[in-house]
């Protein structure tokens, strides 16, 4: 059984209502930004078994979407990690793009490389490079007094002042902050290990998705849809 247009549109209007209602209350209560990640997933980059589910593409057909504004900015100064700041993310009222393209846009670039991190341990202090596991990037552990300790984005930036030659860049797009924020960081699942982009996501992605969750409320809010 399919649902009909008046129930499609149903779940549209529920959708939006959630995000304006988390929208006006999220900078009281930031886990909020967790119901913004999953309800802009099942919006805009919703898949069931590896097949396109998006709830805007079942209520218009082809939607199209404002553009990144491409003005990236480096992060507390430093050009280690550059991004578009989310206060000015989009560009309105000028080129659109199709939604698979417009989720696409990439919004923050890294050049650290995780793997190689020194940071100081707070209980011996022994610089060290040995990470808990080798995915993780919230925790590390002392080989000389066997502490560990949690590395936030400010302990990166100062452990990579200086030593960025080399290093593969890591680009973070639209729909990896929407589904990663999602699955990964409470929206709808809690990863214990966190990749690369999950950190930098985990770090930088509530005002992201706030910017997103806002600009979709808008969008829809000068669309007819019969």
């Not at 129930?7 to 209350?25: H, R, T, V």
């Not at 886990?31 to 802009?40: D, E, P, R, T, Y």
């Not at 989720?103 to 490389?113: A, D, F, G, P, R």
Request: hydrophobic residues 35%.
């Amino acid at each position: 059984m399919n649902r009909s247009k008046a129930g499609l549109k149903k779940q549209l209007d529920e959708c939006l209502e959630i995000l304006s209602f988390n929208l006006d209350n999220v900078n009281n209560n930031k886990s909020l930004n967790k119901v913004l990640a999953g309800q802009l997933r099942i919006l805009l980059c919703d898949t069931k078994f590896n097949v396109e589910n998006s709830l805007i593409n079942k209520v218009i057909p082809n939607p199209s979407l404002d553009c990144v504004n491409n003005n990236f900015i480096s992060y507390k100064n430093k050009r280690l990690i550059e991004y578009i700041p989310p206060e000015s993310l989009f560009k309105k009222n000028e080129s659109q793009l199709p939604l698979e393209t417009w989720l696409s846009q990439k919004v923050i670039k890294s050049n650290i490389s995780y793997g190689t991190l020194d940071c100081k341990c707070p209980h011996c202090d022994i610089v060290v490079g040995t990470m808990k596991d080798a995915k993780c990037l919230v925790t590390m552990i002392c080989q000389n007094c066997g502490a560990s300790f949690n590395v936030n984005m400010g302990d990166i930036v100062n452990a990579y002042e200086g030593k960025i030659e080399n290093v593969k860049r890591t680009t973070i797009t639209i729909r990896d902050i929407i589904k990663n924020y999602a699955n990964k960081n409470g929206g709808t699942h809690v990863d214990s290990v966190l990749d690369n982009k999950g950190f930098l996501i985990a770090e930088l992605g509530d005002k992201y998705i706030q910017a997103i969750s806002k600009y979709i409320v808008e969008y829809f809010s000068k669309i007819k849809i019969s």
